[in-house]
C-alpha cells in the first residue's frame, strides 16, 4: 500500500525537484527526432504500448478515456490535443494513438521526461513546452489553437491555482465539441481541485459542465455538447468499456438537473449487479441524457 502511495506521489514530487530548473513561462524545446510508432490496429494494442511506459494512469482509466476518444471520431469532431502534466508519457502515448491527420498534440510538463525509447512509441510526434501550465499562454501561440482544440488532459501540480488556471485556458481552447478530461477531480488527497473548478465554473461565463465523472477523472463538454456526451455515456461507454477488457462496469447517476447531471462511472462491488446502480430508486435518471 505505502509503495502504491510513493508511486502515485513520486512524479509530483519529482516535479517540485524540477522546478528550479525550467524558465518561469518555460519554452518549446525540440525533442530527439525519434519516427513514431505505425498507428494501432487495435485497442488492445494501444494500450499494451501506453502500459509499457512507466505511470500512474490505470488501465480502467485508459479504457475510459479512449471510449470517449473513439467517441469523437464517430462524431465527426476534430481538433488539437494537448496534455499538462506529462511525467514519462503513459497518457501521452494513449492520446498520440488518436491524433488524425492535420492534428497536433501539443504536451507540457515543467520537466521533460520522454526518452527516446518512449518517444518511439508514440504515434505522433508531439510539440513540447516545457514550462508551468500556467505559462503556457506566454509561450505557445494560442491563435491556432483556440476553440480548437478536441480533447485537454490537466494531469500537473494539482494545486489551487494552477486549476483555476488551467481551467481558464481549457475553456479558451476548448473546441465546441471538445472534452476536457481533469485527473484526480474526486481525490481527496487532492481536495482543492474541487473547489478551485467549482469556482471557476459557478463565477465564470462558462459553459462547461460534467458530463462524465470516475474516480480518477472529471470529464466535461461545453452545454451544447452534453445531448450528444451524455447519450454515448448513457447508452454505449458501459458496452465500450467491456469491449476494451472490464466488463463489471457500472453507472450512476441519482439526480439531474440542469446545473448538474453528469453520469459516475466505475466498477461493480462485489454481489453488485449493473450496469445501472440503485435504478429501482433512480430510474428515471436513466432514461435520458
Ligand atoms: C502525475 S504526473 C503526470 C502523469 C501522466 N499524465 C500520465 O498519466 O502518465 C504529473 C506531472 O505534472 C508535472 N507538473 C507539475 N506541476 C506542473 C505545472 N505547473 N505545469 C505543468 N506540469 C506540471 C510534473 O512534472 C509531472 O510530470
Not at 481558464?168 to 481541485?193: K, M, T, W
Not at 480518477?216 to 461507454?237: E, N, P, Q, S, T
Request: glycine residues 8%; proline residues 5%; contains cysteine.
Amino acid at each position: 500500500m505505502l509503495k502504491q502511495i510513493f508511486a502515485r506521489l513520486a512524479p509530483r514530487r519529482h516535479a517540485e525537484a524540477a522546478r528550479p530548473l525550467a524558465a518561469p513561462s518555460g519554452s518549446i524545446v525540440e525533442l530527439p527526432p525519434v519516427s513514431p510508432a505505425s498507428l494501432p490496429a487495435s485497442y488492445a494494442e494501444r494500450q499494451a504500448n501506453a502500459a509499457g511506459i512507466e505511470g500512474m494512469f490505470s488501465t480502467f482509466s485508459m479504457q475510459i478515456m479512449d471510449a470517449v476518444l473513439a467517441q469523437q471520431a464517430r462524431m465527426g469532431c476534430t481538433g488539437h490535443i494537448f496534455e499538462f502534466g506529462v511525467w514519462r508519457g503513459r497518457s501521452a502515448c494513449l492520446l498520440s494513438g488518436h491524433v488524425r491527420d492535420g492534428e497536433r498534440l501539443v504536451l507540457c510538463d515543467i520537466g521533460q521526461y520522454l526518452t527516446e525509447e518512449v518517444l518511439g512509441r508514440l504515434y505522433v510526434r508531439p510539440e513540447f513546452v516545457l514550462g508551468s501550465s500556467a505559462g503556457f499562454r506566454h509561450v505557445m501561440d494560442l491563435g491556432p489553437l483556440r476553440g480548437r482544440v478536441r480533447f485537454a488532459h490537466v494531469d500537473s501540480s494539482h494545486s489551487y491555482q494552477d486549476t483555476l488556471a488551467e481551467m481558464r485556458l481549457v475553456d479558451e481552447l476548448l473546441a465546441p465539441d471538445g472534452v476536457a478530461c481533469l485527473d484526480d477531480f474526486a481525490n481527496l488527497n487532492y481536495s482543492q481541485i474541487l473547489p478551485a473548478v467549482f469556482r471557476y465554473l459557478s463565477t465564470t461565463d462558462t459553459d462547461l459542465e460534467f458530463f462524465l465523472v470516475s474516480n480518477d477523472k472529471g470529464y466535461l463538454c461545453r452545454r451544447a455538447a452534453f445531448a450528444d456526451y451524455g447519450a454515448f455515456v448513457l447508452g454505449h461507454l458501459v458496452d465500450e468499456v467491456r469491449a476494451r477488457g472490464t466488463d463489471n462496469v457500472m453507472l450512476a447517476r441519482t439526480d439531474a438537473q440542469p446545473e448538474y447531471r453528469a453520469f459516475y462511472v466505475r466498477q461493480a462491488a462485489a454481489g453488485e449487479a449493473g450496469p445501472f446502480f440503485g435504478e429501482h430508486l433512480y430510474g428515471e435518471f436513466y432514461r435520458s441524457p
